[in-house]
């Protein structure tokens, strides 16, 4: 596909459980970010990737979060004995590295709706 | 501290007038961009216009337009002739330059009546 895919559209998990939350950026796409938004909320950035580098991990709320990304592509944020506070939309974006990195805009997955209960 | 503020947590507006949303960022950085986003209720991130620290000139991208006033440190967006569709969350970002990442305000809401 032509746009950033996230899986799955919906998660339901109870708490205390692991989730896996998976990003699939755009071809080509060296930056890759991970935000959660609660209801009605704005974007809270959690981690950052671009190609290599190592990531920018200062967003991310506590140590039961984590995300890695394999092979400068595919990510996955994974959230560790979840609580119901992590109960949101967790939303990924790629952006290219195209010409000067400061104006390309990001480009956002559907998001994943996950719920705790 | 917030880099980025939008104090209008909801807007209305009249179909067919226009509606300015503000938006004021702080950054030290000289070289950093300036972003809108609007999200409608079906939840997906629809980039409207981006403003460059060095850009001149206003933005504008169709009935998008963006107030840049660099001194002030604030960077509004205009829509023109509203239409129904517009009714969603306005998000304000920036990027500066030494920096890879995007910071996002809390966002208005724009409702616009019939």
């Known amino acids: 596909g032509a746009g950033v895919s996230q899986s799955p559209s919906n998660k339901v998990t109870e708490k205390g459980k692991d989730v896996e939350l998976r990003c699939d950026p755009i071809s080509g796409h060296t930056a890759l970010y991970w935000y959660r938004q609660s209801l009605g909320q704005g974007l809270e950035f959690l981690i950052y990737f671009q190609g290599n580098s190592a990531p920018d991990k200062s967003g991310l709320p506590s140590d039961r979060f984590s995300a890695e990304r394999t092979g400068g592509s595919v990510s996955t944020l994974t959230i560790q004995r979840t609580q119901q506070e992590d109960s949101a939309v967790y939303l990924c974006a790629s952006s290219s590295r195209r010409g000067p990195r400061i104006n390309q805009p990001q480009h956002f997955g559907d998001g994943t709706r996950l719920s705790i209960l | 501290a917030q880099k980025i503020t939008q104090t209008q947590p909801g807007m209305f507006v009249q179909e067919k007038e226009a509606v300015t949303l503000d938006c004021t960022y702080d950054t030290s950085d000289q070289s950093y961009g300036l972003f809108w986003y609007k999200q409608p209720s079906s939840g997906e991130m629809i980039f409207l216009i981006y403003?460059?620290?060095?850009?001149?000139q206003n933005a504008t991208e169709g009935r998008y337009s963006l107030n840049f006033q660099k001194a002030r440190k604030s960077a509004n967006l205009v829509i023109s002739a509203s239409q129904l569709g517009d009714s969603a969350m306005y998000f304000c970002a920036m990027r500066e330059g030494i920096k890879d990442d995007m910071r996002f305000g809390a966002g208005t809401r724009l409702t616009v009546k019939p």
């Open positions: 403003q460059g620290s060095y850009d001149e």
